[in-house]
């Protein structure tokens, strides 16, 4: 197809694709982010269509922000799995803890708001003097412990079918390492795809279950329940303030991590679309119109968002770079998400198949805040570099596996992750011998994508 010209208004020019294949490309950016979004409501509950429907009002609002210059999908973000995992675990494992989970969303959104901070202060000081705050000795170790936190869920949704597990396990590996062109790109999606189809064929109880649920299933449906919303519970009139509390300060302290993954997205586009886009539109708009689409999101119970990093592959795989190709994705997105037989479907989904995919996918993400340090060369011969990281690692997994889960003030309960982020940040802050300069190493700023490709 080749590239295509770049126009003044900073879109570039898609006229000789014709309105059928830009379409098409459409579908594949869709199908791209389909696997991974998708998971994100299975693993904690919350609904599959309101999911989609968000991603893709998420990825409109993102690019009126940005001034509809940056070709960026926004999907469900992973780095909050460990927010709702704390705040609203699943109910023996599967089972959607609704009474809880807008509690989880009222967190997010906050979190969501950081993001604006950041920008105004990126905006006003510049991204260099603003990261020194949020180096990799801090944000690697937090991102390690969001994986590790999680390990334990992963194994209890494999016990009983470990076969169809393994069978997930083993094509999201071939497809990733050994897959080429679009099977490359789509590694999460053909995992579950391909496990799901083998158990329906050879567990009949899994068969059974997806009857059953897809002919209940009607054709249509709004997607957005109200009362499993923010809004829903704050007009139930006993919100529980402790527990809000509770859930802002434990999950707010994620929004570092995803911030510095989204920097490390943004500086991926540019580099495959050959634009800066940190310079214009800003980082600063980029910044705010992720924020913006995660607390618009999660206002309305769907899980955060995120830039996404297939969809970077996808633009270097077809080399069409067209911001309004990835608007017809968010706008098929949103289609598909007023069809509660196939929010069924995906609801149906065996245990062996979550287990499998996530046992991959959590180990990646802390594999990534590994990658995070590396990259950046941190230099643990420095005493403060192995005392942050030491106290983020021990708090954050320590206080998460004992007895009582979590670290109580009061009627206020923090859990692991969000100790151990706060301890970080804070000892970075005060400790001397700061030595972080964002934009010093671009391809340790970039290092930082929870996204499996």
Known sequence: MGKYKLLENGIYDARPLGAGRMLLLGFQHMFAMFGATILVPILTGLDVSNTLLFAGLGT?????????????????????????????????????????????????????????????????????????????????????????????????????????????????????????????????????????????????????????????????ALPVKMDQTVFGLFSRGNVDRDLLLTSVITIVPLSLATMVEHIGDVSAISSTCGRNYIRDPGLHRTLLGDGLATTLAALFGAPANTTYGENTGVLALSRIYDPRVIRIAAVLAMCFSFSPKFAAIISSMPGGTIGGVSLVLYGMISAVGVRNVVENRVDFTKPRNVLIAALILVLSIGISYSKAGALAFGSVSLSGLAVGSIAGIVLNAVMPGKDYVFGQNPQGDESVNFIIQ
């Open 60 to 220: 409109l609002l993102f690019h009126l922000v940005t001034g509809g210059k940056v070709p960026a999908f926004l999907g469900s973000s992973f780095a909050f799995l460990g927010g709702y995992a704390a705040v609203a675990p699943l109910i023996d494992g599967s089972i959607p803890n609704t009474e809880l989970l807008p509690y989880a969303c009222f967190g997010v959104a906050c979190a969501g708001l950081v993001y604006a901070v950041l920008a105004a202060l990126v905006r006003a000081f510049g991204v260099e003097r603003v990261m020194r705050f949020f180096p990799p000795i801090v944000t690697g170790p937090i991102i390690i412990t969001i994986g590790l936190n999680l390990s334990a869920s992963a194994i209890n949704h494999c016990t009983g079918s470990w076969w169809i597990a393994i069978a997930a396990i083993l094509i999201l590996v071939a497809a990733n390492i050994w897959g080429r062109g679009m099977v490359k790109i789509l590694p999460i999606l053909l995992g579950v795809a391909g496990s799901y189809l083998l158990a329906v064929a050879f567990d009949a109880e899994v068969r059974a279950a997806l009857v059953k649920n897809v002919s209940e299933a009607a054709f249509f």
